[in-house]
Nanobody, 123 residues
Framework: QVQLVESGGGLVQTGGSLRLSCAVS????????MAWFRQLPGKEREFVAA????????FYADSAKGRFTISRDNGKNTEYLQMDSLKPEDTAVYYC????????????????WGQGTQVTVSS
C-alpha cells in the first residue's frame, strides 16, 4: 500500500517562506510522477506543481511560477515544495500526489494522495 505523508505546513506572514515535504512509503519511488495540489477554502482542489520521475522536468500553475519550486530526492523517497513570497491567497490545504500514468495537471491523473497539510499566510 502506498502512503504519502506531508509535513512542513504552518502559519507564516505575507512574504515569508515555507518548505513542504512529502514522504512516500513505497519503493521504487522513481516510478512516480509527483505533484502538489491545494484546496482553498470553499473551492475545488487545484494544481500547483508537478515533477517528472527523474526530476528533469517540472510544471507549475501560473499562480506558482516564480515563487514556488518543486523538487524531489529519489534516494529519500521524498518530494518538496519550496514556497517563497507567500501571499494570503496561498492559504490552503496542500496535498501531495503520486501518479504512474496519464497527464500532469488534473487530480484524476494521480492514484495516490496524502492527507494534506494546512498552510496559512497572514496579512
Amino acid at each position: 500500500q502506498v502512503q504519502l505523508v506531508e509535513s512542513g505546513g504552518g502559519l507564516v506572514q505575507t512574504g515569508g517562506s515555507l518548505r513542504l515535504s512529502c514522504a512516500v512509503s513505497v519503493r521504487p519511488f522513481v516510478v512516480f510522477r509527483m505533484a502538489w495540489f491545494r484546496q482553498l477554502p470553499g473551492k475545488e482542489r487545484e494544481f500547483v506543481a508537478a515533477i517528472t520521475p527523474s526530476g528533469s522536468n517540472s510544471f507549475y500553475a501560473d499562480s506558482a511560477k516564480g515563487r514556488f519550486t518543486i523538487s524531489r530526492d529519489n534516494g529519500k523517497n521524498t518530494e518538496y515544495l519550496q514556497m517563497d513570497s507567500l501571499k494570503p491567497e496561498d492559504t490552503a490545504v496542500y496535498y501531495c500526489a503520486a501518479g504512474t500514468s496519464g497527464g500532469v495537471h488534473w487530480d484524476r491523473d494521480y492514484e495516490f494522495w496524502g492527507q494534506g497539510t494546512q498552510v496559512t499566510v497572514s496579512s
